[in-house]
């Protein structure tokens, strides 16, 4: 771990500082950091105590265990609509969007550390850091097809603006993995490591941009924002309500219900 010493803890997020360093991490390994509602709402308000930390200059962002995150959760029980459908819209824009957004907009610069697994919003929430570093045996996956939902989290935007559409396109329908060596090949990504070596290397890029010219880092997040992600908060707003709609699809819970039981979605297109 470096010189970073633990600073302040969560149920399941560790906050370490080195100076102006700051390491969050999600810590939920026997889940493969899956995010369920209290990790959730542990990395919303470990994010907003960094964001609104002046003695933070650097945010490095990983996970425990072998995997960075595997997505959602999706053997918790989630609260439902008056319709009985699971309440996807809520969790999106009381918990996810309020952490992409205010990771895009700290006025601080966010490195993503990616070890194994970034799935569905393991991934967008990866990719909503200003620099993407990857272990070789990492995968990057938007899941969202294979139980028959759409991308979420901003992956609708933060995928097309790192890789274009035809790449975007084909990650989002076709739901398979790619690799770390191809995520750098793609522009995904910015740097890939052994896996012994990915925790010193971000640990050492955080503290050494911890040291660099905050503001100079401030305003270039503005610029990249104000030019790439104008439409951010429209976009969150419609992929919450179109992945509600899938929500309440008979693909869906087939999809869920089939990831359960470890077997091929049987999917209507319904």
Not at 4 to 13: F, N, R, S
Not at 65 to 73: E, N
Not at 155 to 169: K, Y
């Amino acid at each position: 771990m470096g010189d970073y010493l633990p600073a302040k803890g969560y149920e399941t997020v560790s906050i370490y500082r080195d100076g102006a360093a700051a390491k969050l991490e999600l810590n939920r390994p026997e889940r493969m950091n899956a995010l369920n509602e209290q990790l959730r709402i542990d990395l919303l308000a470990a994010v907003e105590d960094i964001a609104r930390d002046d003695g933070v200059r650097a945010v490095l962002l990983t996970g425990v265990g072998r995997a960075f995150s595997s997505g959602a959760d999706l053997r918790e029980n989630r609260a439902a609509t008056a319709d009985g459908h699971p309440d996807v819209y809520s969790i999106l824009t009381g918990h996810y969007h309020p952490i992409i957004t205010r990771i895009r907009e700290m006025p601080k610069p966010v490195i993503a550390a990616v070890n194994g697994a970034a799935a569905g919003i393991g991934m967008s929430l990866a990719l909503a850091c200003d620099l993407v570093l990857a272990a070789e045996s990492a995968y990057f996956l938007l899941a969202f097809v294979n139980i028959g939902l759409v991308p979420d989290g901003g992956s609708s935007l933060l995928v097309p603006t790192r890789i274009g559409f035809a790449r975007a396109a084909e990650l989002a329908l076709l739901g398979e993995r790619l690799g770390a060596a191809k995520a750098l090949e793609w522009g995904l990504i910015n740097q890939v490591w052994p896996d012994a070596e990915l925790a010193g290397q971000a640990e050492a890029l955080c503290s050494k941009m911890a040291e660099g010219p905050t503001g100079s880092y401030a305003g270039t997040k503005r610029q990249l924002n104000h030019w790439l992600y104008q439409s951010m908060a429209d976009q969150l707003e419609f992929e919450a309500q179109v992945q509600q709609e899938r929500a309440s699809s008979a693909d869906f819970r087939e999809g869920v219900a089939a990831f359960g039981e470890k077997r091929t979605p049987r999917f209507t297109g319904s």
